[in-house]
Nanobody, 117 residues
Framework: QVQLVESGGGLAHLGGSLRLSCEAS????????MSWYRQSPGKERELVAI???????NYADSVWGRFTMSRDNTKNTVSLQMNSLKLEDTAVYYC???????????WGQGTQVTVSS
């Protein structure tokens, strides 16, 4: 069983920056595909960024060029650097780990990001 703990959410001004972190417990982190999702009130949860186990990253069009995801397999952590924040970035952000060997998903508890003008 993998436990994910997010941190770093909070309040940011329009155009500002925040950095989210997610730490995974247990072994096997290096084989997981790690992702960040977000969910706003009344909307479905959406994929924001993914860092596959090989290290490649990809981003939703809405955050391309503004957000950067990184992973550190030695520390079992992933981070999401969010720059040039927009009002529509306001959401609860969730860390996700997918174990491709057993097709299992694990979720963190979520961290609130609020962007204000």
């Amino acid at each position: 069983q993998v436990q994910l703990v997010e941190s770093g959410g909070g309040l940011a001004h329009l155009g500002g920056s925040l950095r989210l972190s997610c730490e995974a417990s247990g072994s096997g982190f290096s084989i997981y595909h790690m992702s960040w999702y977000r969910q706003s009130p009344g909307k479905e949860r959406e994929l924001v960024a993914i860092a596959v186990r090989g290290g490649q990253t990809n981003y939703a069009d809405s955050v391309w060029g503004r957000f950067t995801m990184s992973r550190d397999n030695t520390k079992n952590t992933v981070s999401l650097q969010m720059n040039s924040l927009k009002l529509e970035d306001t959401a609860v952000y969730y860390c996700n780990a997918r174990d491709p060997t057993i097709d299992a998903d694990y979720w963190g508890q979520g961290t609130q990001v609020t962007v204000s003008s």
